[in-house]
């Protein structure tokens, strides 16, 4: 008998027994030779390096490029749940899209009280040069990944939006062609739901948003920042995967009012710009003076139908995690229902009385910045020492508006596969959202990140996570 667990395991019921979706999975698991299995995991690592699936990490001297471990233990979700989560994926992907549209509008939201105007006005997210602006296809959204955590049997909560510039969808693309070739007996016992037409699916969402100018078959390509952006792997990977030309800055002008690439045969017209570049650096006419990875003049451009840009600029500021905080308004006041997936409770620093609340218990806290990413600039208080959350308290004094803070959630685990067996870890979910002006496509599954350390939450690759391929079953 195994001792009752803390924390939600996806797989093994408290006692002996598995959850439902693992039944089949479980069977050919315990009928495997270890030996193998051990064998097929370092066969995975050797993969990928050679297929070159690397981020950079930031801020280190050696070792700059890194591969990201797989886990080869999947993570199954049923039919039922995934349903249900993709409801929810979708109402709230909707009602940031009209978010968007609105605060660079008529701003109806503010008038009506619901999220204060400063956290507009005085957001460095927030673009001037988009009021006004619609882009093609009242799309802003184009591609989303929503970050999700689950605590229990029917607990999901949305831990962040991902609206700016989402990344992973590779490792999730090379996780599951992982899986197929070591394990191809797998997918013949398991009814996976496929996830290989995501580029196809990217590509016609894309083209489903080309400006109102386009003649033919739009032109498509992906904006890199270029070689050293810890995510060119996938700005590669996808151009590749989509059949489109991956282009940098320098690549790009403007001729006659449009955005033009050059080829070996002259200057050709792009229609739709899938960026991966940030908004300062995307045009230094308007924004960033210094920067070289944009192109000068897109904006006015962008402005005058000439192109579409994915995802549209300004759109960063629905990342925000004060915003955030506001999430099941601004999807009750969009949708007119209320929000099918939870948020995680949030204290707004820069309200004096949640500040003094935060301080006083940091030590069971999670602090986060309202802009950050990639788990840099937070303290996860519980595993935290006194010295480390004296040194936040006095960041966070100094700056109390940079920051929220929420609870430390008791995450969902997955095994994985270790020398003795199967180990618990916690994980979270970033599945991959697709907008374009007649649907809004979520494929089922996306990528689970893994706090590969025995006891941790951070599962962001950046701070020693891993990733394992994420199954949705057909039934």
Request: aromatic share 8%.
């Amino acid at each position: 008998m195994t001792e009752k667990r803390q924390h939600f395991d996806e797989m093994l019921l408290d006692g002996d027994g598995v959850r439902q979706p693992y039944d089949a999975y479980q069977e050919w698991f315990f009928n495997e030779d270890p030996t193998r299995l051990t064998k097929k995991s370092k066969e995975a690592e050797a993969f990928f390096r050679r297929t070159g699936i690397t981020f950079n990490v930031y801020g280190q001297e050696e070792a700059q490029e890194r591969l990201i471990p797989f886990d080869l233990i999947p993570r199954i979700i049923s039919n039922r749940e995934w349903t249900r989560l993709s409801k929810g994926i979708e109402q709230r992907v909707r009602a940031i899209n009209a978010f968007l549209h609105d605060i660079y509008h008529r701003q109806e939201i503010l008038r009506a009280g619901v999220v204060p105007p400063h956290l507009i006005a005085q957001n460095d997210a927030f673009l001037p040069q988009m009021i006004g602006m619609s882009p093609p296809g009242g799309v802003y959204t184009h591609i989303v990944g929503t970050d999700i955590v689950r605590t229990g049997e029917n607990e999901f909560f949305v831990l962040e939006d991902n609206a700016r510039t989402p990344s992973g969808v590779s490792y999730m693309l090379e996780n599951r062609e992982t899986m197929l070739q070591m394990f191809p007996e797998l997918f013949s016992q398991n009814k996976v739901q496929p996830v290989s037409d995501y580029p196809k699916n990217l590509r016609r969402s894309l083209a489903a948003c080309a400006p109102a100018g386009c003649n033919g078959k739009p032109t498509v390509a992906v904006l890199t920042p270029g070689i050293h952006n810890s995510a060119y792997f996938e700005h590669s990977f996808l151009a590749d995967q989509m059949g489109v030309e991956l282009v940098e800055g320098h690549d790009l002008r403007v001729v006659d009012g449009r955005i033009a690439m050059r080829t070996t045969q002259g200057y050709q017209n792009i229609d739709v710009l899938y960026r991966r570049v940030d908004d300062d650096f995307l045009d230094p006419l308007n924004f960033n003076p210094d920067s070289m990875l944009g192109v000068p003049g897109i904006m006015d451009v962008y402005r005058a139908g000439g192109i579409t840009i994915a995802n549209a600029p300004g759109t960063g500021i629905s990342d925000d995690k004060a915003i955030y905080s506001y999430m099941p308004e601004i999807v009750e006041f969009y949708t007119g229902e209320k929000a099918i997936l939870k948020n995680v409770q949030t204290w707004r620093c820069s309200e004096p009385e949640a500040l003094q609340y935060v301080l006083d218990n940091l030590s069971e806290l999670v602090v986060k910045e309202v802009h950050g990413s990639g788990g840099y600039g937070m303290l996860v208080g519980p595993a935290a020492s006194k010295k480390e959350i004296a040194s936040f308290a006095v960041k966070l004094k100094k700056n109390p508006s940079n920051y929220i803070a929420q609870p430390t959630l008791s995450l969902s685990t997955v095994p994985i596969f270790v020398k003795k067996g199967l180990s618990p870890r916690h994980v979270d979910l970033r599945p991959f959202v697709l907008v374009s002006p007649k649907e809004v496509k979520i494929t089922p599954g996306g990528l689970t990140r893994v706090a590969l350390k025995a006891g941790s939450l951070v599962v962001n690759s950046s701070q020693g996570g891993g990733t394992k391929d994420t199954w949705v079953l057909e039934d």
